[in-house]
């Protein structure tokens, strides 16, 4: 397994927002992670990217686990939020260099380059990134997140507040970062963007997974039905 | 758009390193990251340099003073000065880190958490030092004070070291919360009491040419502070920034 969950909890002081969730993801799987709002899919999506810590409960990723190991899994993940992750600042090659330097890239400028050309922003390496539009920042956060070719990938919601074109564009670079084999775990609201995308569509409410099931074994336009179902179910 | 080049599995991390070399790699890449962007934007610089500015203004005019009150106001001005336009700084710093979720990109990095406090650190203590820069000549004009002393300079650097030490600290744990702006002078001014006091206490000695065995222990006191802190944050300051 790439990704194990087990018995996973996690309280903001009393209040629990997992409790006691399993989880596993095969390596080279495509998982969506689907629920309503407060459900706790960004919450888990933190834990599994060592920035909350767990309240109880193990988590290993590469195996390496959580939060002991957490430098090792950092190495390995790379993590695209709803907010881009980058400095407004600085330019896209800028943004780039560094994180390159923070993820210790060995040939940085060429890695950086192809990074540019994977996500269609080399025209504009050299410009500040606070004038790109919304949806070239997420298409460069999607850059920064592979720059260190990391073996798992962690979408939160990467779709919020993009229009049309840009959320087709962000699709093709998900599936291209998909088709290089790496293992990707999306939180999504938008069930027709994620019934084209993932391998494997899991259901978390109330803190815990409530309904799995593989695309292979289910028609993808009877996704809104199993989600309703597995939310009811709940 | 180009497809994904062939380069999987060629794209290399250096042997992972947690040692000094990836330390220092680490830091200087978030001290040349702050120093960038403050050279696009000036947005921190400009704010911390106008408010002092402004403060040592208001008190020129609202303190009229005679030669020997000057000598003896002089470091607590300079020191209110440098305390307030220090907050302005501290706080604009951490803010530009959270509000695009860049902090968040600074912790997934596979770097020792401290690399991340001393690189902040650095930049801060940087901006204050400019700002100070251009703010003593001023003062020195407006107040007709000689501040280009040794000693003096000394005591400037060690107070700022002191003061961006606790404040990088408390700024990286106010930015967590709604009420920032609020909340980091609240948790900071209590605690660099003892360094605005021994500022204060060093520098009108200097200025007004006390013996040395008089503005040593001031000069002690800061220096063991500074210490203190820059280890205290070196140890919590993973737990701070975790959740």
Redesign the interface.
């Known amino acids: 397994m790439m990704i194990t969950v087990r018995k996973l909890v996690k309280r903001f002081g009393l209040k629990p927002v997992l409790r006691g969730m399993d989880f596993s993801v095969e390596p080279g799987e495509f998982v969506a992670l689907l629920g309503p709002n407060g459900a706790g899919k960004t919450t888990f999506l ?1 834990i599994l ?5 767990p309240t109880l409960g193990s988590v290993s990723i590469a195996g390496y686990s959580l939060p002991g190991q957490a ?2 899994v ?2 390995r ?1 790379g ?1 695209v ?1 709803h ?8 330019t896209a090659e ?1 943004n780039l260099r ?2 390159a ?7 940085a400028e060429k ?1 950086i380059s ?1 990074v540019l ?4 922003l ?1 025209s504009r390496r050299r410009d ?1 990134v606070r004038t790109f539009s919304r949806g070239m920042q997420q298409r460069l956060a999607i850059g ?1 997140a592979v720059l ?2 990391p073996e798992v990938m962690l979408f939160d919601e990467p779709h919020t507040g993009l229009d049309q074109d840009a959320c087709q ?1 962000l699709d ?2 998900l599936r ?2 998909a ?3 790496r293992t990707v775990v999306m939180t999504s609201h938008d069930l027709t963007r994620v019934a084209d995308l993932a391998s494997r569509f899991d259901v978390l409410s109330r803190g815990v997974i409530t309904a799995s099931v593989q695309r292979s074994q289910m028609d993808p336009n009877n996704l809104l039905a199993f989600y309703r179902q597995a939310i009811v179910e709940a | 758009m180009q497809p994904i080049p062939q380069t999987e599995n060629q794209v290399r991390l250096k042997e992972p390193s947690l040692g000094v070399a990836q330390f220092i790699r680490s830091l200087s890449a978030i001290i040349w990251k702050d120093l960038a962007a403050e050279l696009r934007s000036r947005e921190l610089l400009s704010a911390m340099l106008v408010f002092a500015l402004l403060v040592i203004l208001i008190f020129n005019f609202s303190l009229e003073l005679d030669a020997q009150a000057r000598s003896t106001v002089t470091a607590g001005v300079l020191w209110v000065t440098f305390a307030f336009a220090g907050t302005l700084g501290l706080n604009r710093s951490m803010a530009m880190e959270k509000d695009r979720g860049c902090l968040d990109g600074l912790l997934l990095a596979p770097v020792d958490r401290s690399a991340i406090y001393f690189g902040k650190a650095i930049g801060n203590l940087i901006f204050m030092l400019i700002v100070e820069v251009i703010v003593l000549p001023v003062y020195s004009v407006l107040y007709s004070v000689n501040l280009f002393k040794p000693g003096l300079l000394l005591v400037i650097l060690l107070g700022s070291i002191g003061y961006v030490a606790v404040g990088t600290l408390l700024s990286s744990m106010a930015v967590q919360t709604r009420t920032r702006d609020v909340l980091l002078p609240i948790l900071l001014f209590p605690l660099v009491i003892p360094v605005l006091i021994a500022a204060v206490k060093g520098s009108t000695g200097f200025l007004q040419g006390a013996q040395a065995v008089d503005i040593r222990p001031w000069i002690n006191l800061l220096i063991v502070y500074d210490v203190i802190f820059v280890a205290v944050a070196f140890m919590v300051f993973d737990y701070i920034v975790e959740e």
């Open positions: 933190r990217s060592s920035l909350s810590r430098a090792a950092r190495r993940l993590v939020s907010l881009p992750l980058l400095y407004g600042d600085l800028e560094f994180y330097l923070m993820y210790n890239v060995a040939h890695r192809a050309d994977m996500v269609g080399s500040l920064r260190h070719d564009m093709t670079v291209e970062v088709a290089r084999g």
